[in-house]
């Protein structure tokens, strides 16, 4: 803020503090007061600027600001004669409201900006659903990384992950870059859901199961939990599910030890993208150093081997640790 900018507030501050020359009162319907500048919010606000110029008296005395409580309107008139606004969480969703009403873009992108900076586990899906009433891709953003990030303790401890619409339960569930140590806690997950209201769920039962990335799930988890449902195997729509998942179980056998595969390609076997990569490049091997490149997935604690090597043969073992960003 330029130092004129910044001399223009105060002497914009001073006359609101001593009454001078203010020409309209706001009123809320709560009971809230504040004598203003006409003028100063006009230039501010295009909401008072359409509502002045609709006049045909062009004379107010007092305009009602719409949707707003007292304690709101406090602040916004410090924002405007001051650029300051303070926010808290208990009361950036009611400003943010009014700022949209009044059209004041500043307090909006602080709001915004407040919003962004503080999603937890207990509020990140009210952020997420506030975000989408609003259309505030930033934020909506902002906050599905967090839940896809802390995927697991955000289903087990947040009330609101029952509540959930089913597109964004499905883009949850459905996405590469979901945080979870195995498929398991996918199913777990889609069944926590489903059970916050089966008789009208059950419709979305086929279109949830196949955000089970199931081939992924150990042989005996599919026979014992997902193939046992009773929910799941009297659905017309999930039989053809579970009889793909069982030939694809049955291929996927070699004797009594089923085979650890992953293909890009295949819905059921598709892997997550892991948020941590460990990659272990050269060693010796066979007499010689080796220029072998195998990465651990820090998520799924296995390890794989790279179709990629090295430039050239290291004796000595390099480790370097990569940490991916989601989305």
């Not at 130092?3 to 001593?18: A, H, R």
């Amino acid at each position: 803020m330029s130092d004129f900018k910044k001399q223009q507030l105060i002497t914009f501050k001073e006359l609101l503090d001593s009454h001078e020359l203010v020409n309209v009162t706001l009123q809320t319907e709560d009971g809230g007061q504040q004598k203003v500048h006409l003028e100063i919010l006009a230039a501010v606000s295009p909401y008072f600027r359409r509502l002045i110029n609709s006049s045909k008296n062009g004379s107010w005395d007092t305009i009602t600001v719409p949707e707003t409580s007292k304690d709101t309107l406090v602040e916004i008139i410090n924002y405007i004669y001051t650029g300051k606004v303070c926010l808290r969480e208990e009361k950036v969703k009611s400003l943010i409201d009014s700022a949209e009403i009044l059209a004041i873009p500043g307090i909006i992108k602080l709001c915004k900006k407040f919003l962004t900076a503080n999603i937890t586990v207990p509020n990140c899906i009210s952020r997420y659903n506030f975000a989408n009433s609003y259309q505030y891709l930033d934020l909506r953003e902002k906050a599905m990384k967090f839940i896809l990030t802390n995927f697991e303790e955000v289903y087990k401890s947040n009330p609101e992950y029952s509540e959930l619409q089913i597109d964004d339960l499905v883009t949850i569930l459905s996405s590469d870059f979901l945080n979870v140590k195995d498929e398991e806690t996918v199913y777990w997950a889609m069944i926590k859901w489903l059970d916050a209201d089966v008789s009208s769920r059950s419709y979305h039962l086929s279109n949830i199961l196949r955000c089970v990335r199931i081939g992924l799930c150990s042989f005996k988890f599919f026979e014992d939990h997902i193939w046992t449902n009773e929910l799941i195997s009297k659905n017309e729509d999930c039989q053809g599910i579970l009889f793909q998942a069982s030939q694809l179980f049955a291929d996927l056998q070699n004797g009594d030890s089923p085979q650890v595969v992953y293909d890009l390609h295949h819905p059921f076997l598709r892997p997550r993208v892991p948020n941590e990569i460990i990659f272990v490049m050269g060693g010796w091997s066979a007499g010689s150093a080796t220029n072998i490149m195998e990465t651990y997935d820090c998520k799924t604690q296995r390890w794989f081997l790279s179709l990629n090597s090295d430039s050239i043969p290291r004796s000595l073992i390099l480790v370097i640790s990569s940490l991916i960003n989601a989305g």
